[in-house]
């Protein structure tokens, strides 16, 4: 607007979309698709103002995660959107770029309102040049994975649920059943969100060529690094970037992977399947990518010997800490940009994963140096294992409005898997 701030009006309503030839299937949706939502995109240093205003028959609200901001911009449970209501928040947005998303958080209706399709990509751009495909859609392209089951009228199956939630025998991707991507250049790098309700994906390319990943929640790697595949839980991303050959197609595909979970849980949580999730076609003729640099970001690490103390989670099957979620209850009480220790132990034979609202994370693990750690928000914490975490929270502080630390597992949220935190 005229104050330079960005501004982003986004409205919730219904509609129908046709994803099976001949099926109009009832959705939600943001800004007018009918599914999904459309693409944010802000600078940081750009002070933001998202509006969001609620066209659907029940109470909604709209959470940014990965941002750091305010306690009142979140949009978790206590900013709650009446029908016909609107929303606003605003902050000044202080991130390294990332792959943010945004979706519905009203508490114990979660997975409703994203099954039904809320849910948009929220680019952070910064302003340390990057030589990385940045195009837009032509080597810069956004991949939001999801999965449905359809009832024979067409409509999503919202009710054959098992223990992780609601599994769909058929994947979006970005609203599209089997989408191809016309490429034209030798190299393009892939956005991928894990919008899913509960399934997790192993994402790998078909003629088991490596990719390379450059980002995963919180921003880019210190370095590109070659991986086999990279599995993303729901609510993770991954930037990976992946080269081409004129003429020769390949595919983006998941396949079965390990969730340290024993077999049948693994197989219950839909890990075994394999799905093809995006053909890419290069034409006959490519335009030559720029090599990869060396460097990506060049953010220092958190460090461990930073970390003023260290708080444990006991995950059970539904609890954390033996405790339901309670909009009433303060769980923890963090002082302001602090930089600690979140320990999670999975005592349950049920795969979980933690996201923390306003925290960037970087996981400490046994032989990965403090400069190689990945930035995260959302880790997955297998059976009986425990993750350990360095957190740093946001510079905002507000005694009275708490964020969230749940397991994105939306039905494991929705059933009291939440806790709540003051930033000080
Ligand atoms: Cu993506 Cu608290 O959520
Ligand atoms: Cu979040
Ligand atoms: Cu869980």
Redesign the pocket.
């Known amino acids: 607007d005229a104050a330079g701030r960005r501004v982003v009006e986004l409205v919730a309503a219904p509609g129908t979309h046709e994803f099976l030839p001949g099926l109009a299937t009832p959705t939600w949706g943001y800004g007018g698709l009918p599914f999904g939502g459309p693409t944010v995109r802000a600078r940081r240093g750009e002070e933001v103002v998202l509006r969001v205003t609620n066209r659907l028959p029940e109470t909604t609200t709209t959470?940014w995660?990965g941002a750091t901001l305010p306690a009142r911009a979140d949009g978790?449970p206590h900013q709650p959107i009446p029908p016909g209501g609107t929303w606003e928040a605003s902050w000044r947005l202080d991130q390294p770029a990332a792959t943010l998303w945004y979706?519905p958080?009203p508490h114990g209706r979660t997975e409703r309102h994203v099954h039904r399709g809320l849910c948009g990509l929220f680019l952070v751009d910064d302003d340390v040049p990057v030589d990385l495909p940045a195009r837009y859609g032509v080597d810069d392209v956004p991949l939001v994975l999801t999965d449905r089951s359809f009832t024979p009228d067409g409509a999503f199956d919202e009710q054959h649920r098992n223990a992780v939630g609601l599994l769909g025998d058929t994947v979006l991707v970005n609203s599209t059943v089997a989408p191809y991507l016309d490429v034209t250049t030798t190299r393009v790098r892939l956005r991928v969100l894990n919008a899913s309700p509960a399934r997790s994906y192993r994402v790998v390319l078909d003629d088991e060529t490596p990719l390379t990943l450059v980002g995963t929640d919180g921003g880019l790697l210190p370095a590109p690094r070659v991986v086999d595949g990279v599995v993303l839980t729901p609510?993770e991303r991954a930037e990976v970037v992946v080269d081409l050959v004129p003429g020769r197609r390949r595919v983006l595909r998941s396949v079965s992977h390990d969730l340290g979970a024993v077999n049948g849980v693994t197989r219950a949580a839909g890990a075994h399947d394999s799905f093809d999730l995006l053909e890419l076609r290069p034409a006959p003729r490519l335009e030559p990518s720029p090599p990869l640099p060396a460097r990506l970001s060049r953010e220092a690490p958190l460090a461990e010997a930073a970390a003023a103390r260290t708080r444990r989670f006991t995950l059970s099957h539904d609890r954390i800490n033996g405790l339901a979620m309670d909009m009433t209850r303060v769980d923890e009480v963090v002082p302001v940009a602090a930089t600690e220790i979140w320990e999670f132990t999975n005592r349950h034979t049920l795969p979980h994963n933690m996201?923390v609202?306003d925290a960037r994370m970087q996981v400490l693990e046994r032989g990965v140096p403090a400069a190689e750690r990945p930035w995260k928000d959302t880790v997955a914490v297998p059976p009986a294992r425990t993750v350990r975490a360095l957190v740093r929270v946001g510079p905002h502080a507000d005694p009275e409005v708490p964020y969230?630390l749940?397991c994105?597992l939306l039905r494991h949220e929705d059933d009291g898997m939440m806790l709540q935190f003051l930033v000080v």
């Open positions: 959470h995660h978790g979706h958080h609510g996201h609202h969230m749940h994105h």
